[in-house]
């Protein structure tokens, strides 16, 4: 194998690596996004309040 072919290989290996570091810091960044969304989204939505009398027995009867 040439050199030159051994220092392409590496500089082609190397903007590889780059592109796949810069594709992954994109993909955290968009995932903290929807993140931060479906926070908002989930705080917005009104709690349910039951009235005292539900939920404390069960019917066992068949």
Same mark, same amino acid.
């Given at each position: 194998? =040439?050199? /030159?072919?051994?220092?392409? *290989?590496?500089? $082609? &290996?190397?903007?590889?690596?780059?592109? =796949?570091? /810069?594709?992954?810091?994109? *993909?955290?960044? $968009? &995932?903290?996004?929807?993140?931060?969304?479906?926070?908002?989204?989930?705080?917005?939505?009104?709690? $349910?309040?039951?009235?005292?009398?539900?939920?404390?027995?069960?019917?066992?009867?068949?």
């Amino acid at each position: 194998m =040439d050199i /030159a072919n051994v220092s392409s *290989l590496s500089t $082609a &290996l190397s903007q590889a690596k780059s592109g =796949d570091v /810069a594709g992954t810091l994109i *993909l955290k960044k $968009a &995932l903290d996004i929807q993140e931060q969304f479906l926070v908002q989204l989930l705080e917005g939505i009104p709690q $349910a309040v039951n009235p005292p009398h539900l939920g404390n027995s069960i019917d066992v009867k068949m």
